[in-house]
């Protein structure tokens, strides 16, 4: 399956993020359901959250704000905006493509914000947090913006940048690497169920595809006729 954003996705490509779209929605959607009736995944939070507790130590929990820190809204949308800007300058992605890391990042921040205010989930005892929070607790804003924003900056680096398959590898394992790092993080302070990681990573991941597949397909739409 070639990824090059030059050339059209091809129908295996298509098949590919429709397939993982569809599958992160759907593991979004029954976390949800778990959420309202406590069943599923929700049952092992406790015992998770308790086990992260017990391991951390004053180091780890450094490391974690830092993560968290990084992985944030806020430095998430200003490396999106430089990438974007280098991206289109350089002459390496058309504006689309070259944009779509930002979109992602907004679309996955709007929508995790949306889904907190309609679940109004309680986040874990306040005397295990190791930073201050805010909002509702389900999804992870942190982790799903770290996927919106780290997988769709890997697919488009791995289209317009890399042109071994090995390095496009590389990138995309990459950035769900560091994903899992901020989601992680959030879990090593206190401050989310490993439910609400799991469903924003979840959430990032199909916002991620889609926002990628999209610019790809619009750059090589053909134009309409006069």
Known sequence: MTLRADRPPSRAALVVAGAIVAACVGLFLLIAEDVLDGGGLISHDQAVLTWF????????I??????????GFASLFIAGGLLGLWLFWSRRAAPGLAAAPLLSLLLGGAASAGTKALFGRERPPVTLHATTVGLASFPSAHAADAAAFFIAAALVLSLTVARRSTVKLLLIIGGAALAGLVGLSRLVLAVHWLSDVVAGWALGTAIATAAVMTAWLTQHRPPDDP
């Open 62 to 71: 450094t490391a974690a704000r830092w993560v968290s820190t990084i992985g």
């Open 53 to 60: 507790v017990d391991q951390r130590s004053e180091w780890l």
